[in-house]
Structure formats: structure tokens, C-alpha cells
């Protein structure tokens, strides 16, 4: 019996390490909260499924889901994306602000009559920005 005390006890301490660092790792909430235009009202958003967000106005943020359903957030995209901790989110400038995207989900870029660039997402939505896609090609991340 006091063998089977000093093969348990090892045990225990590697379960109690790895239950820690679960905890720790499962801390990060896998949704957005996201502001309403009903005062004291919050959505949530699951944050894998969002492809791109783009400031609409001075104070609106449209969120672009991978089934392609926008959201409106009663918030700058800024203050979006600073919630979010993801490597590959990318930015560019667009009328009212900044468009953020999630690099894997651009499917391609299409320059604009106004020497814009709109980037097509694979939901088949798109978003534009103020720059070349000469410009955006050259932010965007490599491989």
C-alpha cells in the first residue's frame, strides 16, 4: 500500500498541473460581445465566424459573418478589433474609418474605377478600401 501512495501521487500532481493549464487556456471567451442601439443591450458573436469588419459611419461598425449576414455594432471597428486577438487580422483605410480583415478569408482583389481596391471575401461579400490592391497586396502577410 505505501507503493501505490508514491505512484499516485506523481499522478495527482501532473492532473492538478494540466487541470491548471486548461483553465488557463479556456479563459479566452470564444464570443464578441457586441453593442446594441438599445441602451444596456449586448449581442454575442462567435469570433470564429466573423470574415471582415468595416467602419459604415462615424460611429457604426458592420460585422461580415462567414455566412454572409452583416451585424451592425453601435461601435467603432477599432475598438472591435482591439478585443479580438488574432495575428491574422489586417487593416486598411476606407471612407468612414478602417476595414479589418482576417487574411485567410480574402479570396481575391478587384481594383475599383476610383483607384480603390475591393477585397472579395469567401462568402462572396466584399469590402473596399482606400488604397491601391497594388497597395493592399503588398501589406498583406506572406506565407
Not at 491548471?20 to 453593442?35: C, H, P, V
Not at 444596456?40 to 459611419?57: K, L, P
Not at 460611429?59 to 479580438?84: F, M, P
Not at 478569408?105 to 480603390?116: A, E, M, P, V, Y
Request: charged share 20%; glycine share 4%.
Amino acid at each position: 500500500m505505501h507503493a501505490s501512495r508514491w505512484v499516485w501521487c506523481p499522478a495527482t500532481i501532473v492532473f492538478l498541473v494540466l487541470a491548471e493549464f486548461g483553465t488557463a487556456a479556456g479563459s479566452e471567451d470564444a464570443y464578441l460581445a457586441i453593442r446594441t442601439n438599445a441602451a444596456g443591450t449586448v449581442n454575442y458573436v462567435r469570433q470564429s465566424e466573423i470574415e471582415a469588419f468595416a467602419d459604415a459611419s462615424a460611429s457604426n461598425c458592420i460585422l461580415i459573418l462567414s455566412n454572409g449576414e452583416d451585424l451592425r455594432v453601435w461601435q467603432k471597428c477599432s475598438s472591435v478589433a482591439a478585443e479580438l486577438q488574432n495575428k491574422n487580422l489586417v487593416s486598411f483605410p476606407n471612407e468612414f474609418g478602417m476595414v479589418y480583415v482576417f487574411e485567410p478569408d480574402i479570396f481575391d482583389l478587384l481594383s475599383t474605377n476610383n483607384s480603390g481596391c475591393r477585397l472579395n471575401l469567401k462568402n462572396r461579400k466584399f469590402v473596399a478600401v482606400n488604397q491601391s490592391c497594388e497597395s493592399v497586396h503588398q501589406a498583406l502577410p506572406r506565407e
